[in-house]
């Protein structure tokens, strides 16, 4: 079913993946997610996770994260695969004391009484979409957040060290585009090419702004190499300020020391 589609008698709107998950491999979008002010300052924290796949793992994660942050945090994981919402709610109820729930749902982001999430967090569900489908499935998300939440929408490898993910929010869109990427394994930064969300991974050829953008990141962390010796936490720190002379990078250097890079959305967006 389309992300246009409405989902006629409730039927949950998108398509049922392939259920990929594992324990720790959204660490960085938790992570990220827990420094958002999205999170930290709304009045109802709600957080949604679309799509967790076929075990509820990283949705118990995700809430125990941010529960640091913000103790009252509630969690809804939502699927469409019925049994993966059964199987869910099962595990769940061996274990005591943390907010999380799980429903049947899709980019309409049912929850109890119609409340708006503060933060959505979809991981690796566009990834088998069409970048002609991402648009709509943005919109669709966005029109379910609380006033002044975030969408964090992207993709990561299967052990979670490389990924990216894109950060919306219902006023301005896509705003950001992150990097995450583990340091002491890193070989060059342009691995994550293949982890971009749907709406760049096609796009990352000659003539497009994000192969720009990782052609000077290889260049900045090559050029870094001499600081290795005090370890890839430094040549990253060094990368990230090279590149920082010709793109609008944010974050600082708290950020890029856990292997994190965000530049505007604007600077990488399709032409």
């Known amino acids: 079913m389309s992300p246009r589609s409405s989902g006629a008698a409730g039927k949950p709107v998108g398509r049922i ?7 720790n491999r959204l660490r960085r ?23 967790y796949g076929a075990s509820a793992t990283t949705t118990v994660e995700l809430h125990d994260r941010l529960a640091r942050v913000r103790p009252d945090v509630e969690v809804l994981g939502l699927e469409i695969d019925p049994d993966r919402v059964l199987a869910a709610n099962r595990s769940l109820s061996e274990r ?23 933060v959505i967090r979809a991981a690796n569900v566009l990834r088998q979409y069409e970048a002609s489908e991402v648009a709509a499935a943005w919109d ?16 990561c490898s299967e052990n979670g060290r490389v ?6 929010s219902p006023e301005g869109g896509a ?26 991974i096609h796009r990352n050829v000659p003539g497009e702004p994000i192969h720009a953008f990782l052609r000077d990141l290889d ?53």
């Open 219 to 271: 260049r900045g962390w090559a050029s870094a190499a001499p600081l290795g010796v005090y370890g890839p936490v430094q040549r990253w720190i060094a990368a990230a300020e090279a590149v920082r002379a010709d793109w609008p990078i944010g974050g600082g250097r708290s950020r890029w020391r856990l292997g994190e890079l965000t530049v505007a959305w604007d600077a990488v967006r399709p032409r």
């Open 140 to 155: 669709r998300m966005l029109a379910r957040l609380q006033p002044g939440g975030a969408l964090v929408e992207g993709t």
């Open 17 to 23: 993946t392939r259920g990929t998950t594992g324990t």
């Open 96 to 118: 005591k004391g943390p907010r999380v729930s799980f429903r049947l749902g899709g980019f309409e982001v049912p929850a109890p009484d119609d409340r708006r999430p503060a």
């Open 175 to 200: 705003e950001t585009l992150t990097l995450g990427l583990h340091l002491a394994s890193l070989q060059a930064p342009s691995i994550v090419a293949e982890r971009l969300p749907k709406a760049l």
């Open 29 to 51: 979008f938790d992570r990220w997610i827990a420094a958002l002010p999205a999170l930290r300052r709304c009045p109802d924290p709600l957080v949604v996770d679309l799509g």
């Open 163 to 168: 990924g990216s993910w894109v950060t919306l």
